[in-house]
Protein backbone atom coordinates (compact mmCIF):
# COMPACT_ATOMS: atom_id res chain seq x y z
CA UNK A 1 0.00 0.00 0.00
CA UNK A 2 1.28 3.22 -0.72
CA UNK A 3 2.37 5.59 2.05
CA UNK A 4 -0.19 7.90 2.92
CA UNK A 5 1.15 12.29 2.42
CA UNK A 6 1.42 12.49 6.53
CA UNK A 7 3.32 9.19 6.60
CA UNK A 8 5.43 10.05 3.46
CA UNK A 9 6.78 13.64 4.94
CA UNK A 10 8.05 11.53 8.35
CA UNK A 11 9.28 8.91 5.93
CA UNK A 12 11.88 11.96 4.06
CA UNK A 13 12.31 13.55 7.53
CA UNK A 14 14.14 10.91 8.86
CA UNK A 15 15.72 9.65 5.99
CA UNK A 16 17.20 12.95 5.13
CA UNK A 17 17.88 13.71 9.47
CA UNK A 18 19.86 10.39 8.66
CA UNK A 19 21.53 11.19 5.82
CA UNK A 20 23.11 14.55 6.62
CA UNK A 21 23.13 13.27 10.53
CA UNK A 22 26.00 10.80 8.71
CA UNK A 23 27.70 13.62 6.78
CA UNK A 24 28.40 15.63 9.86
CA UNK A 25 30.30 12.90 11.54
CA UNK A 26 32.82 12.61 8.50
CA UNK A 27 33.12 15.77 8.22
CA UNK A 28 33.90 16.39 12.08
CA UNK A 29 35.88 13.60 12.72
CA UNK A 30 38.22 15.19 10.68
CA UNK A 31 38.74 18.15 12.80
CA UNK A 32 38.52 16.41 16.32
CA UNK A 33 41.20 13.47 14.59
CA UNK A 34 43.99 16.96 13.56
CA UNK A 35 45.52 16.66 16.49
CA UNK A 36 46.35 13.09 16.50
CA UNK A 37 47.06 12.91 12.15
CA UNK A 38 49.57 15.57 12.67
CA UNK A 39 51.82 13.84 15.39
CA UNK A 40 50.88 10.58 13.50
CA UNK A 41 51.88 11.87 10.23
CA UNK A 42 54.92 14.38 11.42
CA UNK A 43 52.72 17.09 9.04
CA UNK A 44 52.44 20.93 9.55
CA UNK A 45 49.60 23.16 10.55
CA UNK A 46 49.74 24.35 7.18
CA UNK A 47 49.52 20.67 5.80
CA UNK A 48 46.73 19.64 8.23
CA UNK A 49 44.48 22.78 6.99
CA UNK A 50 44.48 21.42 3.51
CA UNK A 51 43.17 18.60 4.60
CA UNK A 52 39.94 20.41 5.80
CA UNK A 53 40.30 22.95 2.93
CA UNK A 54 40.51 19.91 0.34
CA UNK A 55 37.52 18.84 1.76
CA UNK A 56 35.26 21.59 1.46
CA UNK A 57 36.69 22.15 -2.16
CA UNK A 58 35.05 19.10 -3.09
CA UNK A 59 31.79 19.63 -1.39
CA UNK A 60 31.62 23.09 -3.30
CA UNK A 61 32.34 20.97 -6.44
CA UNK A 62 29.07 19.05 -5.76
CA UNK A 63 26.96 21.60 -6.36
CA UNK A 64 27.66 21.67 -10.19
CA UNK A 65 28.01 17.13 -10.31
CA UNK A 66 25.38 16.31 -7.06
CA UNK A 67 22.65 19.22 -7.62
CA UNK A 68 22.36 18.61 -11.12
CA UNK A 69 21.59 14.75 -10.54
CA UNK A 70 19.36 15.54 -8.08
CA UNK A 71 17.61 17.72 -10.62
CA UNK A 72 18.06 15.53 -13.67
CA UNK A 73 17.58 12.09 -12.60
CA UNK A 74 15.91 12.57 -8.97
CA UNK A 75 16.19 13.07 -4.81
CA UNK A 76 16.62 9.56 -4.19
CA UNK A 77 18.74 8.66 -6.29
CA UNK A 78 21.01 11.84 -5.92
CA UNK A 79 21.38 10.92 -1.80
CA UNK A 80 21.92 7.45 -2.35
CA UNK A 81 24.61 8.40 -4.47
CA UNK A 82 25.89 10.83 -2.40
CA UNK A 83 25.76 8.74 1.12
CA UNK A 84 27.20 5.48 -0.48
CA UNK A 85 30.52 7.78 -2.25
CA UNK A 86 31.47 9.25 0.93
CA UNK A 87 31.09 6.44 2.96
CA UNK A 88 33.15 4.28 1.01
CA UNK A 89 35.93 6.95 0.73
CA UNK A 90 35.76 7.69 4.63
CA UNK A 91 36.48 4.19 4.99
CA UNK A 92 39.56 3.95 2.78
CA UNK A 93 41.06 6.83 4.47
CA UNK A 94 42.01 4.22 7.47
CA UNK A 95 44.37 2.88 4.79
CA UNK A 96 46.32 5.68 4.21
CA UNK A 97 49.87 6.32 4.76
CA UNK A 98 51.00 9.52 3.85
CA UNK A 99 48.65 13.04 4.40
CA UNK A 100 48.30 13.85 0.28
CA UNK A 101 47.05 10.50 0.19
CA UNK A 102 44.18 11.85 2.50
CA UNK A 103 44.16 15.21 0.71
CA UNK A 104 42.73 13.35 -2.54
CA UNK A 105 40.35 11.10 -0.62
CA UNK A 106 39.06 13.75 1.25
CA UNK A 107 38.09 15.98 -2.27
CA UNK A 108 36.56 13.32 -3.92
CA UNK A 109 34.21 12.68 -0.65
CA UNK A 110 33.38 16.25 -0.39
CA UNK A 111 31.34 15.51 -3.75
CA UNK A 112 29.30 12.93 -1.89
CA UNK A 113 29.33 15.06 1.35
CA UNK A 114 27.71 18.51 -0.17
CA UNK A 115 25.33 16.74 -2.36
CA UNK A 116 23.32 15.63 0.78
CA UNK A 117 22.57 19.00 1.60
CA UNK A 118 21.07 20.28 -1.46
CA UNK A 119 19.22 17.56 -2.30
CA UNK A 120 17.75 16.60 1.46
CA UNK A 121 16.56 20.52 1.42
CA UNK A 122 15.02 20.24 -1.40
CA UNK A 123 13.37 16.97 -0.75
CA UNK A 124 12.06 17.97 2.24
CA UNK A 125 11.03 21.55 0.85
CA UNK A 126 8.71 19.26 -1.92
CA UNK A 127 7.40 17.11 1.23
CA UNK A 128 6.05 19.47 3.97
CA UNK A 129 3.27 21.85 3.63
CA UNK A 130 4.50 25.53 3.30
CA UNK A 131 3.61 26.60 7.60
CA UNK A 132 5.56 24.21 8.32
CA UNK A 133 9.25 23.94 6.00
CA UNK A 134 10.74 26.22 8.29
CA UNK A 135 10.81 23.94 11.11
CA UNK A 136 11.08 20.43 9.12
CA UNK A 137 13.97 22.01 7.48
CA UNK A 138 15.71 23.38 10.34
CA UNK A 139 14.90 19.67 12.17
CA UNK A 140 16.86 17.62 9.04
CA UNK A 141 19.71 19.94 9.49
CA UNK A 142 19.99 20.28 13.03
CA UNK A 143 21.51 16.75 12.78
CA UNK A 144 24.73 18.26 11.62
CA UNK A 145 25.18 19.12 15.45
CA UNK A 146 23.66 15.65 16.80
CA UNK A 147 26.30 14.06 13.91
CA UNK A 148 28.82 16.60 15.78
CA UNK A 149 27.94 15.47 18.96
CA UNK A 150 28.10 11.09 17.58
CA UNK A 151 31.53 12.05 15.57
CA UNK A 152 32.95 14.01 19.42
CA UNK A 153 31.55 10.71 21.32
CA UNK A 154 33.35 8.10 18.89
CA UNK A 155 36.43 10.11 18.92
CA UNK A 156 36.57 9.77 22.47
CA UNK A 157 35.51 6.46 22.87
CA UNK A 158 38.21 5.00 19.42
CA UNK A 159 40.43 8.00 19.42
CA UNK A 160 42.48 7.23 22.68
CA UNK A 161 42.39 3.38 22.39
CA UNK A 162 42.81 2.40 18.49
CA UNK A 163 43.94 5.58 17.01
CA UNK A 164 42.54 7.56 14.26
CA UNK A 165 42.38 5.25 11.43
CA UNK A 166 39.83 3.03 13.01
CA UNK A 167 37.70 5.62 13.70
CA UNK A 168 37.82 6.61 9.74
CA UNK A 169 36.74 3.00 9.24
CA UNK A 170 34.13 2.95 11.45
CA UNK A 171 32.57 6.51 11.01
CA UNK A 172 32.47 5.40 6.95
CA UNK A 173 30.98 1.87 7.54
CA UNK A 174 28.38 3.36 9.79
CA UNK A 175 27.11 5.32 6.77
CA UNK A 176 25.46 1.58 5.72
CA UNK A 177 23.24 2.81 8.12
CA UNK A 178 21.44 5.61 6.40
CA UNK A 179 21.52 4.18 3.06
CA UNK A 180 19.76 1.17 4.25
CA UNK A 181 16.65 3.69 5.33
CA UNK A 182 16.73 5.99 2.54
CA UNK A 183 16.38 2.75 0.02
CA UNK A 184 14.10 0.85 2.00
CA UNK A 185 11.90 3.80 3.55
CA UNK A 186 12.32 6.94 1.24
CA UNK A 187 10.24 7.57 -2.07
CA UNK A 188 11.11 9.79 -5.00
CA UNK A 189 9.93 13.72 -4.27
CA UNK A 190 6.05 13.50 -6.04
CA UNK A 191 6.83 17.07 -7.00
CA UNK A 192 9.98 16.09 -8.46
CA UNK A 193 7.84 13.47 -10.44
CA UNK A 194 5.72 15.82 -11.42
CA UNK A 195 7.59 18.25 -12.84
CA UNK A 196 9.55 15.89 -14.92
CA UNK A 197 6.25 14.69 -16.41
CA UNK A 198 5.69 17.92 -17.05
CA UNK A 199 9.17 18.85 -19.18
CA UNK A 200 8.70 15.56 -20.78
CA UNK A 201 4.85 16.36 -22.34
CA UNK A 202 6.55 20.06 -23.05
CA UNK A 203 10.02 20.24 -23.37
CA UNK A 204 11.44 17.03 -24.07
CA UNK A 205 13.32 16.61 -27.30
CA UNK A 206 12.09 13.83 -30.41
CA UNK A 207 14.12 11.42 -28.79
CA UNK A 208 12.00 11.76 -25.78
CA UNK A 209 14.38 12.60 -22.95
CA UNK A 210 13.61 15.74 -20.71
CA UNK A 211 15.88 18.77 -20.53
CA UNK A 212 17.96 18.76 -17.73
CA UNK A 213 18.74 21.41 -15.29
CA UNK A 214 21.44 24.20 -16.17
CA UNK A 215 23.49 26.21 -14.38
CA UNK A 216 23.37 29.34 -16.51
CA UNK A 217 19.56 29.82 -16.19
CA UNK A 218 20.55 30.24 -11.95
CA UNK A 219 22.00 33.54 -13.76
CA UNK A 220 18.96 34.31 -16.15
CA UNK A 221 18.22 38.27 -15.05
CA UNK A 222 15.41 36.85 -12.50
CA UNK A 223 17.59 35.06 -10.27
CA UNK A 224 21.15 36.66 -10.93
CA UNK A 225 20.42 38.40 -8.10
CA UNK A 226 19.25 35.86 -5.60
CA UNK A 227 22.14 33.75 -6.69
CA UNK A 228 24.79 36.28 -6.43
CA UNK A 229 23.67 37.20 -2.84
CA UNK A 230 22.83 33.89 -1.69
CA UNK A 231 26.31 32.63 -2.69
CA UNK A 232 27.82 35.55 -0.95
CA UNK A 233 26.15 35.07 2.15
CA UNK A 234 26.92 31.18 2.17
CA UNK A 235 30.53 32.40 1.43
CA UNK A 236 30.92 34.58 4.37
CA UNK A 237 29.22 32.66 6.84
CA UNK A 238 30.68 29.31 6.07
CA UNK A 239 34.38 30.75 6.32
CA UNK A 240 33.41 32.24 9.74
CA UNK A 241 32.22 29.10 10.33
CA UNK A 242 34.63 26.56 8.87
CA UNK A 243 37.84 29.20 9.82
CA UNK A 244 36.78 28.92 13.60
CA UNK A 245 35.32 25.14 14.03
CA UNK A 246 37.78 23.36 12.54
CA UNK A 247 40.62 24.60 15.08
CA UNK A 248 38.32 24.78 17.81
CA UNK A 249 39.57 21.23 18.82
CA UNK A 250 43.32 22.33 18.60
CA UNK A 251 42.34 25.85 20.19
CA UNK A 252 41.11 23.81 23.35
CA UNK A 253 43.65 21.55 23.53
CA UNK A 254 47.00 23.55 22.69
CA UNK A 255 45.68 26.95 24.42
CA UNK A 256 43.29 26.32 27.09
CA UNK A 257 45.28 23.02 28.20
CA UNK A 258 42.06 20.46 28.08
CA UNK A 259 43.35 16.64 27.28
CA UNK A 260 41.55 15.00 24.29
CA UNK A 261 38.63 12.94 25.90
CA UNK A 262 37.63 16.49 27.77
CA UNK A 263 38.02 17.71 24.81
CA UNK A 264 35.73 16.01 22.96
CA UNK A 265 33.00 16.51 25.88
CA UNK A 266 33.49 20.23 25.31
CA UNK A 267 32.87 19.76 21.59
CA UNK A 268 29.84 17.52 22.53
CA UNK A 269 27.96 19.83 24.78
CA UNK A 270 28.92 22.50 22.46
CA UNK A 271 26.58 20.67 19.79
CA UNK A 272 24.09 20.23 22.25
CA UNK A 273 23.65 23.77 22.31
CA UNK A 274 23.75 23.91 18.54
CA UNK A 275 21.20 21.13 18.11
CA UNK A 276 18.92 22.99 20.03
CA UNK A 277 19.32 26.48 18.13
CA UNK A 278 18.52 24.95 14.60
CA UNK A 279 14.86 23.72 16.24
CA UNK A 280 14.26 27.11 18.46
CA UNK A 281 15.38 29.19 15.14
CA UNK A 282 13.07 26.95 13.24
CA UNK A 283 10.10 27.69 14.88
CA UNK A 284 11.11 31.54 14.82
CA UNK A 285 11.61 31.34 11.22
CA UNK A 286 7.76 29.59 10.50
CA UNK A 287 6.75 32.93 12.76
CA UNK A 288 8.65 36.30 12.22
CA UNK A 289 10.64 34.47 8.54
CA UNK A 290 13.12 32.70 7.37
CA UNK A 291 15.68 35.84 6.22
CA UNK A 292 14.93 37.67 9.35
CA UNK A 293 15.82 34.72 11.44
CA UNK A 294 18.55 34.51 9.42
CA UNK A 295 19.74 37.51 10.48
CA UNK A 296 19.10 37.11 14.02
CA UNK A 297 21.32 33.76 14.23
CA UNK A 298 24.27 35.64 12.54
CA UNK A 299 24.56 38.74 14.09
CA UNK A 300 23.86 36.53 17.74
CA UNK A 301 27.21 34.15 16.17
CA UNK A 302 28.94 37.39 15.44
CA UNK A 303 28.67 38.62 19.07
CA UNK A 304 28.90 35.59 21.20
CA UNK A 305 31.72 33.75 19.29
CA UNK A 306 34.54 36.69 20.32
CA UNK A 307 33.64 36.24 24.02
CA UNK A 308 33.83 32.31 23.42
CA UNK A 309 37.36 32.71 22.12
CA UNK A 310 38.74 35.13 24.82
CA UNK A 311 37.53 32.91 27.70
CA UNK A 312 40.05 31.03 29.52
CA UNK A 313 38.25 29.30 32.48
CA UNK A 314 37.32 25.68 31.93
CA UNK A 315 34.28 26.10 33.33
CA UNK A 316 32.94 29.36 31.57
CA UNK A 317 34.14 27.78 28.52
CA UNK A 318 31.84 24.49 29.14
CA UNK A 319 29.16 27.06 29.75
CA UNK A 320 29.34 29.67 26.93
CA UNK A 321 30.46 26.81 23.93
CA UNK A 322 26.42 25.82 23.77
CA UNK A 323 25.48 29.80 23.66
CA UNK A 324 27.49 30.64 21.09
CA UNK A 325 26.47 27.61 19.59
CA UNK A 326 22.77 27.76 19.86
CA UNK A 327 23.22 30.91 17.30
CA UNK A 328 24.70 29.47 14.97
CA UNK A 329 21.76 28.00 12.93
CA UNK A 330 21.95 29.81 10.07
CA UNK A 331 23.22 26.61 7.93
CA UNK A 332 19.65 24.85 9.27
CA UNK A 333 17.50 28.16 7.97
CA UNK A 334 19.35 29.05 4.29
CA UNK A 335 18.14 25.00 3.27
CA UNK A 336 14.61 25.94 3.56
CA UNK A 337 15.12 29.87 2.44
CA UNK A 338 17.32 29.15 -0.65
CA UNK A 339 14.99 26.47 -1.72
CA UNK A 340 11.68 28.28 -1.90
CA UNK A 341 13.82 30.74 -4.11
CA UNK A 342 14.58 28.99 -7.01
CA UNK A 343 11.86 26.85 -9.31
CA UNK A 344 11.08 23.23 -8.53
CA UNK A 345 13.39 21.88 -11.68
CA UNK A 346 16.48 24.06 -10.34
CA UNK A 347 15.74 23.62 -6.54
CA UNK A 348 18.21 21.60 -5.97
CA UNK A 349 20.82 22.83 -8.17
CA UNK A 350 20.11 26.83 -7.05
CA UNK A 351 19.81 25.92 -3.17
CA UNK A 352 22.78 23.43 -3.93
CA UNK A 353 24.17 26.48 -5.67
CA UNK A 354 24.42 28.94 -3.01
CA UNK A 355 25.22 26.90 -0.46
CA UNK A 356 28.35 24.95 -1.57
CA UNK A 357 29.90 26.96 -3.97
CA UNK A 358 30.01 29.24 -1.14
CA UNK A 359 31.23 26.15 0.81
CA UNK A 360 34.05 26.07 -1.51
CA UNK A 361 35.08 30.06 -1.71
CA UNK A 362 35.29 29.49 2.10
CA UNK A 363 37.40 26.15 1.99
CA UNK A 364 40.46 28.39 2.37
CA UNK A 365 39.13 29.78 5.06
CA UNK A 366 40.92 26.53 7.88
CA UNK A 367 44.23 27.68 6.15
CA UNK A 368 44.11 31.09 6.38
CA UNK A 369 42.82 31.02 10.17
CA UNK A 370 46.03 28.26 10.99
CA UNK A 371 48.35 30.40 9.37
CA UNK A 372 47.19 33.32 11.06
CA UNK A 373 47.04 31.87 14.30
CA UNK A 374 50.74 31.33 14.12
CA UNK A 375 51.31 34.88 14.50
CA UNK A 376 48.19 36.20 16.65
CA UNK A 377 47.43 32.70 18.25
CA UNK A 378 44.08 30.44 17.88
CA UNK A 379 41.79 32.71 20.65
CA UNK A 380 42.58 36.20 18.48
CA UNK A 381 42.27 34.11 15.04
CA UNK A 382 38.62 32.66 15.86
CA UNK A 383 37.44 35.66 17.33
CA UNK A 384 38.39 37.79 13.99
CA UNK A 385 35.59 35.16 12.60
CA UNK A 386 32.40 36.64 14.38
CA UNK A 387 32.91 40.10 11.99
CA UNK A 388 32.35 37.74 8.86
CA UNK A 389 29.06 36.85 10.52
CA UNK A 390 27.97 40.04 11.14
CA UNK A 391 28.98 40.72 7.49
CA UNK A 392 26.78 37.89 6.31
CA UNK A 393 24.00 39.04 8.17
CA UNK A 394 24.52 42.38 6.25
CA UNK A 395 24.19 40.63 2.82
CA UNK A 396 21.39 38.58 4.18
CA UNK A 397 19.18 42.06 4.21
CA UNK A 398 19.63 42.31 0.62
CA UNK A 399 17.90 39.39 -0.44
CA UNK A 400 13.90 38.97 -0.42
CA UNK A 401 12.46 38.80 2.55
CA UNK A 402 10.63 35.47 1.59
CA UNK A 403 9.71 33.19 -1.46
CA UNK A 404 6.64 35.86 -2.30
CA UNK A 405 8.72 38.59 -2.61
CA UNK A 406 11.93 37.24 -4.87
CA UNK A 407 10.41 39.72 -7.62
CA UNK A 408 9.69 37.63 -10.75
CA UNK A 409 9.17 34.65 -9.85
CA UNK A 410 10.46 31.67 -12.49
CA UNK A 411 6.89 29.95 -13.67
CA UNK A 412 6.97 26.35 -15.04
CA UNK A 413 6.36 25.37 -18.66
CA UNK A 414 2.81 25.39 -18.26
CA UNK A 415 2.85 29.06 -17.13
CA UNK A 416 1.43 28.57 -13.18
CA UNK A 417 3.93 29.23 -10.80
CA UNK A 418 6.46 27.41 -10.68
CA UNK A 419 6.45 26.61 -6.72
CA UNK A 420 1.89 26.12 -6.63
CA UNK A 421 2.04 22.79 -5.69
CA UNK A 422 4.14 23.10 -2.84
CA UNK A 423 1.71 25.98 -1.03
CA UNK A 424 -1.18 23.65 -1.59
Same mark, same amino acid.
Given at each position: ????????????????????????????????????????????????????????????????????????? *? /??? &??? =? %??? !?? +????? @?? $?? #?????????????????????????????????????? *? /??? &??? =? %??? !?? +????? @?? $?? #????????????????????????????????????????????????? !??????????? #?????????????????????????????????????????????????????????????????????????????????????????????????????????????????????????????????????????????????????????????????????????????????????????????????????????????????
Amino acid at each position: MAPTPASLKWRVLIGCFLSYLFDAVDIIILTIAMPAITASLQITQAQAGLLVTATLLGIGLSSVVMGRLADTL *G /RRT &ALL =L %SLA !SF +GVLTM @AI $AG #ATDWRQILVLRFFSGLGLGGVWSTAAAHVNETWPAHQR *G /RAT &AFV =L %SSF !SV +GASVA @AA $AS #AWLLPAHGWRVLFFACGAAVAIAIAYVWLRVPESEVWLAQRRMRVSTTA !SAAGAPAGASL #AELFDPALRRITVLGTATSALALAAYWGATTWLPTFLVKERGLDVATMAGFVAVLNLGMFLGYNAFGLLADRIGKQRAIIVSLLGTGLTLPLYAMTTGHGALLLLGPVFAFFMAFAGLVGAYFAELFPTRLRATGAGFCFNVGRGISAFAPLTLGSVAGVLGFANSIALCGALFLLAAAVVALLPRDAAGAGSRPRSAAGAPADASLDS
